[in-house]
């Protein structure tokens, strides 16, 4: 009795399973593409009626208006440093000469005679060598009648005039310079500074100008440009033409 009504169960079990895959067989399958499209759809136009929103304001910047700046000038290099502009002199400085030989012999007698007579210590043996009269020796004078020898003293750092002395033997032992030449005031100038401008000295020349002045006269003069210390002017006939401190 037991073992009929297991078999009845089973039997309805199976009808049902049987019945069921019927049912599925009949309904249609899906592919991934039949499955609907969850993207919105996009905005129609909008119609007559629609209202336009409105344009931002204006800030009140007219286009016009806003400045353009230039581009470069092509022929401007920017990776380029600014030049200084320099001015050449007008004239080509004097030629530095060192050797003595190359002077007219009176040039080089006067020169040795001014040196001979520094070297005695005493100022006054200058005096002979200073042409006494209208073509005298031309010194910086504090009055027009004043002694030369009494000037040159009262430019000296010593009541003596020794510093004068010293003076003439440092600026005599340098090269020297020929000016206006061909002219009435055509000149052999010591020391060659006189001729040439500070800016052009090579770094052994600038040596040479220390030995005579400090380099605190040295930087002062090169605010101006020039040398204007002591120099001595002989004439090509060996007349000692001036003894003169500044341009």
Do not use: C
């Not at 499209?37 to 905005?43: G, L």
């Not at 032992?173 to 000149?187: H, I, L, M, N, R």
């Amino acid at each position: 009795m037991m073992i009929s009504s297991r078999v009845r169960l089973l039997r309805l079990t199976s009808a049902l399973t049987l019945m069921f895959a019927s049912i599925t067989a009949a309904l249609p399958a899906f592919a991934l593409s039949d499955i609907r499209d969850i993207t919105p759809p996009a905005a129609e136009p909008p119609g007559p009626d629609a209202i336009t929103p409105a344009a931002p304001e204006d800030d009140g910047i007219i286009e016009d208006s806003i400045p353009v700046i230039p581009d470069p000038d092509p022929l401007i290099r920017r990776d380029m440093p600014d030049l200084v502009e320099t001015t050449e002199p007008d004239t080509p400085p004097a030629e530095v000469i060192y050797n003595i030989e190359q002077a007219p012999e009176p040039v080089r007698r006067m020169r040795q005679l001014i040196i001979d007579a520094a070297t005695t210590g005493d100022i006054s043996k200058l005096k002979p060598l200073m042409n006494p009269g209208p073509d005298q020796t031309t010194v910086p004078l504090q009055d027009p009648e004043q002694d030369p020898i009494d000037a040159l003293k009262a430019l000296s750092g010593d009541s003596d005039g020794m510093e004068i002395l010293a003076i003439l033997l440092d600026i005599l032992s340098t090269g020297f310079v020929q000016v206006d030449k061909g002219t009435p005031d055509e000149a052999y100038v010591w020391p060659y500074f006189a001729g040439k401008s500070l800016g052009l000295l090579t770094p052994q020349e600038k040596v040479e100008l220390l030995r005579i002045v400090t380099a605190g006269d040295v930087a002062e003069m090169q605010e101006y440009g020039n040398y204007n210390f002591f120099r001595v002017g002989i004439t090509p006939d060996g007349r000692w033409k001036f003894l003169s401190v500044g341009d």
